[in-house]
């Protein structure tokens, strides 16, 4: 099977997906983000004329939806038909171009899992065993002791963990480990940004567990299929969730729709990028399905640079700010803010600069003094028969905008391609006050006067085609008044073919964008904090500063190495030259200041913990391909050493 495979021949199609949203609560900002940008995608491939299919969801199974119902007192399918609709009620109200709203509880998806569950186990990539290990509810996963913090903190979330022990079924999960890094290789677009491929590369370099898949603590998923007549067991929600993006297609029922199956783009949150870009691609490998193309990790939404949650009572609901700003300018403001992957900061101030300078000036007046010009020079009629001839480097340079802005959509810079666009409203905007047609019209030039309005107006045509992924309706009125639609077929037109618009009336429009002087909403709740508690989070903030993703400590890879020669360096106080065996016949030399404290004689055959892909240096003209740990204070240094002896080349972490 190639995982690669692309559909050669036939009409590529792109399948777009959200995570699903779990139902313990309703959605907020960072829901609302994912949400926006899956459908901006979509809508921007339609625009080209693509064959499109957007999926999103809710994910409905697994011990803390089970427990958020019960402390909601409700039975669990109530309480999530209640949650989950408050989600797809939101997405109808944003109308949020979504082919399929899947709810993990449907009957196909359930079928579908069930199918899946059937063909790894026949394939021979799921076993029975017993699990036993740290669970955390909260993110709905097991972790090893050695990644926990303090021995019971959960290394995700913080949260306590709880030791479970169980019988479980296990997925080959460490079969696809090279399978895995062959594809990241050569897909170097698989994960993007490609910051964030590093951790996922490095965490599957660090080995992979197989993993537990089904439970028997609790009953709130999807059962067995009856082939395997085990009824103790339910699915793992994180094997149930990931499968959403074919079931929803119909696999394992109606399978018409699996047409579009490889997903063009994935968007998930970057604390789920482990599980899309490690386990999802193993599923598939097993299922023999092709991988999607791309997993795009976002970055994470604060509000005023501060974390939200409900203890704070700072979390942001989308629809109270679209209520009061309107839904297109927050999804305006939040792809044109954050650079994709990065996090973002949703502060009102950032938000209202945005509107009064990039939507209301740039964009709003421009359209309106080319009504206000075309009324009292033309009545309003606007010809585009002059334009070539007085505005060929004007037509020239926003040609050359427009063609670039695909790249950015590609890359998924949501930020790049809205800078790259306001470039248009730039090049309009210059050419009237470099033009002035009121003094052509004075001069009796009214031709190219009307040319430079003309100009303008298809500026405004164009931009707001390639504006109409973010702001649909905006760019529908936009192009409402300039006497065209919005369509794939006015794409083509204006955008690929580089036509202009044709002789038309132009419409007056209320002003799109009223300008905003002061915050429409509450601003966040703030504690009154004294001195006491200033210096508590002051100190606080300095240790969450100085904290780093566990992706980031993955990085470093630790191995615990045997000493097979040392020797001393001549003329020097400090170094020790040693051979350090790290396994498969990774020899190393190690380079190390530690002469003061150990003779080379007392460390041969010792082990020793190594910090392994460091990049190679040269001291006293010996190269050193790696580091010792060591701890050193008032009383001198000792070597960091594994308590028992361990195979060379054992990793650490
Ligand atoms: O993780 N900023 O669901 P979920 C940006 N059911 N994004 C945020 C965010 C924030 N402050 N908070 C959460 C799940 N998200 C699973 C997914 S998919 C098969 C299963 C993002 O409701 C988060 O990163 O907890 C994730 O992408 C999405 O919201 C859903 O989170």
Redesign the pocket.
């Known amino acids: 099977m190639n995982f690669n495979e692309t559909k050669k021949g036939k009409n590529v199609s792109k399948y777009i997906t959200?995570?699903?949203?779990?139902?313990?609560?309703e959605a907020?900002?960072?829901?609302a983000?994912?949400t926006f940008i899956a459908d901006a995608m979509t809508r921007y491939e339609k625009l080209k004329g693509e064959d499109t299919y957007f999926l999103t969801g809710?994910?409905e199974h697994g011990q803390k939806i089970e427990e958020s119902a019960q402390k909601n007192n409700k039975p669990t399918q109530e309480f999530a038909d209640e949650i989950s609709a408050t989600f797809k009620d939101l997405w109808d109200e944003f109308e949020i171009s979504y082919d399929k709203f899947i709810r993990t509880t449907d009957e196909e998806h359930k079928k579908g899992v069930q199918k899946a569950f059937e063909v790894m186990y026949a394939k021979g990539d799921i076993y029975k065993d017993f699990y036993e290990g740290h669970y955390c509810v909260s993110c709905e996963t097991f972790f090893p002791e050695t990644q926990l913090i303090d021995g019971e903190f959960c290394p995700d979330c913080g949260r306590s963990t709880n030791i479970v022990k169980e019988e479980s079924y296990f997925f080959k999960l460490s079969k696809y480990e090279d399978a895995l890094l062959k594809h990241y290789e050569q897909n170097p677009n698989f994960i993007l940004p490609r910051s964030r491929a590093n951790e996922v590369i490095n965490f599957v370099k660090g080995g992979l567990r197989d993993l537990s898949v089904t439970r028997t603590s609790f009953s709130w998923g999807v059962k067995m299929p009856a082939s395997l007549n085990d009824d103790k067991h339910v699915m793992y929600?994180?094997l149930d969730?990931?499968l959403?993006?074919i079931t929803a297609l119909g696999y394992g029922s109606d399978e018409a729709n699996m047409k579009y199956w490889p997903a063009s783009t994935q968007?998930?949150?970057?604390?789920?990028l482990r599980?899309?870009a490690i386990y999802?691609p193993a599923f598939l490998m097993s299922l023999d399905l092709p991988l999607p193309r791309t997993i795009g990790a976002?970055?994470?939404?604060?509000r005023d640079g501060e974390?939200?949650s409900k203890s704070k009572g700072n979390v942001i609901a989308p629809k109270e700010v679209a209520d009061v700003y309107g839904v297109e300018n927050l999804r305006y403001f939040m792809l044109r803010e954050v650079p994709f992957g990065q996090?973002?900061d949703f502060s009102q101030r950032a938000f209202i600069d945005r509107i009064n300078s990039e939507l209301s000036n740039d964009l709003g007046n421009l359209l309106n003094r080319i009504i206000g010009m075309s009324g009292k020079y033309s009545d309003y009629e606007i010809d585009s028969v002059d334009v070539e001839k007085y505005h060929k480097k004007e037509l020239d340079a926003m040609h050359a905008i427009l063609d670039s802005l695909d790249d950015f959509i590609e890359g998924l810079q949501t930020h790049r391609y809205l800078e790259e666009l306001w470039k248009l409203f730039a090049i309009g905007n210059k050419a009237i006050e470099e033009y002035a047609p009121w003094v052509k019209m004075k001069e009796d030039k009214k031709d190219e006067a009307l040319a430079t309005v003309a100009l303008v107006a298809n500026v405004l045509a164009k931009a707001s085609l390639m504006l109409s992924p973010v702001m649909p309706k905006t760019s529908a009125i936009i192009a409402d008044a300039l006497n065209f639609e919005i369509s794939s077929q006015s794409y083509k037109e204006l955008i690929v073919d580089k036509k202009l618009l044709k002789l038309f009336n132009i419409k007056k429009v209320p002003p799109l964008f009223p300008r905003i002087e002061e915050p429409l909403m509450a601003e966040a709740p703030e504690a009154e904090p004294n001195k006491k508690e200033v210096q508590k989070q002051e100190a606080a903030k300095k240790e969450e500063d100085s904290l780093i993703e566990i992706g980031q400590f993955f990085e470093t890879s630790l191995k615990v190495g045997t000493i097979i020669e040392a020797e001393e360096v001549p003329k020097s106080k400090k170094l020790l030259k040693l051979q350090v065996d790290l396994g498969e016949g990774d020899l190393r030399q190690v380079v190390a200041g530690i002469k003061e404290f150990y003779s080379a004689e007392s460390l041969v055959q010792t082990q020793v913990c190594v910090v392994a892909n460091l990049k190679p240096a040269k001291l006293m003209g010996m190269v050193s391909e790696g580091m010792l740990l060591a701890a050193k204070d008032e009383d001198g240094l000792c070597l960091v050493r594994p308590e028992k002896p361990k195979k060379a080349g054992t990793p650490i972490g």
């Open positions: 959200t995570p699903i949203y779990y139902v313990n609560g907020h900002i960072g829901h983000y994912t809710t994910d929600v994180w969730a990931l959403n993006y968007f998930v949150g970057k604390d789920i599980f899309h999802w976002h970055g994470w939404w604060t974390k939200m996090d973002g």
